[in-house]
């Protein structure tokens, strides 16, 4: 990153913000992007795990950028203080207008509340990779306008079931799901959704390198596909 980054007040476009770690790189302190009110479009926040004082993510206020619609959280090395990270995403929590999420390397046991409730209402897109510490996926059935949804990395996921849809009528925008990389998943059950099943818009499924997943799980009516991909 640029020495002067935390200077230029009126950047707009900044497509990513790399977090440094300790004193020497106090110039590049996640607070800097407080100081950048007026991003546009996309960012992408990276290292993460660099992150010391978890006061310093308040700072950020990504609450107050209106103008980010596409977010990137991502960490790269292994969680050491669970209940950090935790307090590191709660802290990062953006606008509502955001449309697109992805969640990388994040080492929690579970999604603050914002993830799931709160601005996250809006998106569009979401995409959740090598969050390792989770026994279940989080419930994502719920949010109203999804189209795309990818979720990787989950290595102690053995079974999605109803926690994962949420409610009667799940997924109803989307169009796109993706599952990589889950090697422990062996189990996917579906709650009674009604007239349309669980999925009635998704165009598109990808099941790239779940080994033990037992094939007669899969979803039996998903009358708007038209393309399905296994690996």
């Known amino acids: 990153m640029p020495q002067q980054i935390g200077d230029m007040r009126e950047l707009r476009t900044l497509s990513a913000f790399v977090v440094g770690k300790g004193k020497d790189h106090d110039w590049c302190n996640i ?3 407080g100081q950048l009110h007026n991003i546009h479009g996309g960012l992408r926040i990276s290292r993460l795990e660099n992150v010391i004082d978890t006061g310093d993510v308040l700072e950020v206020n990504l609450k107050e950028k209106k ?20 307090e590191v995403l709660e802290g990062l929590e953006p606008k ?4 697109i999420l992805a969640i990388q ?7 603050p509340n914002w993830v799931q409730f709160g601005p996250c209402s809006q998106l569009v897109q979401l995409f959740l990779y090598n969050c390792g510490n989770f026994a279940e996926l989080p419930s994502l059935g719920h949010l109203p306008n999804l189209k795309g949804l990818g979720i990787g990395g989950f290595g102690l996921v053995e079974r ?5 849809c949420s ?6 925008c989307l169009e796109g799901l993706t599952f990589l990389y889950m090697p422990n998943w062996k189990e996917w059950s579906f709650v009674d959704a009604g007239e349309g099943g669980v999925f009635p ?21 998903i ?9």
């Open 96 to 99: 509502k207008n955001v449309e």
């Open 31 to 33: 607070r800097k992007l």
């Open 167 to 172: 409610v009667r009528n799940p997924f109803r």
């Open 201 to 221: 818009l998704l165009q598109s499924l990808r099941l790239y390198e779940c080994p033990k997943l037992n094939g007669g799980c899969l979803p039996d009516y």
């Open 67 to 86: 103008h980010i619609i596409g977010l990137t959280l991502h960490w790269r090395n292994e969680a050491e203080d669970l209940q950090k990270e935790r």
């Open 160 to 164: 999605i079931g109803d926690e994962f």
């Open 223 to 231: 009358p708007s596909l038209v393309k399905l991909y296994i690996y």
């Open 105 to 111: 390397g994040y080492g929690g046991t579970g999604f």
